[in-house]
């Protein structure tokens, strides 16, 4: 690989702001707030939105669609 060309591959520690659940991965991204780990290390923390933790299809928590009702709009709108 070329050297200075590609972006530093460093621990983040990611952080689901909805259920409060922090996980460390390896990632390019960056940021300028820190987090002191499980481990005592200081890491770039970033913070997000969903994680498998808080998403509708990790969590079974789907909501249920009025497929009933969808079904019976169709047959009466396209009943012949």
Do not use: C
Request: aromatic fraction near 14%; charge should be positive; hydrophobic fraction near 30%.
């Amino acid at each position: 690989m070329k050297k200075d060309i590609h972006p530093k591959y460093n621990e983040v520690v990611f952080w689901d702001q909805s259920s409060d659940f922090k996980f460390k991965t390896r990632s390019t991204m960056t940021s300028s707030d820190t987090i002191t780990w499980e481990d005592g290390k200081t890491y770039p923390v970033v913070k997000i939105e969903v994680s498998s933790e808080s998403h509708p299809f990790y969590t079974g928590k789907n909501m249920l669609l009025d497929t009933a009702g969808r079904v019976e709009k169709f047959n009466r709108r396209y009943k012949k």
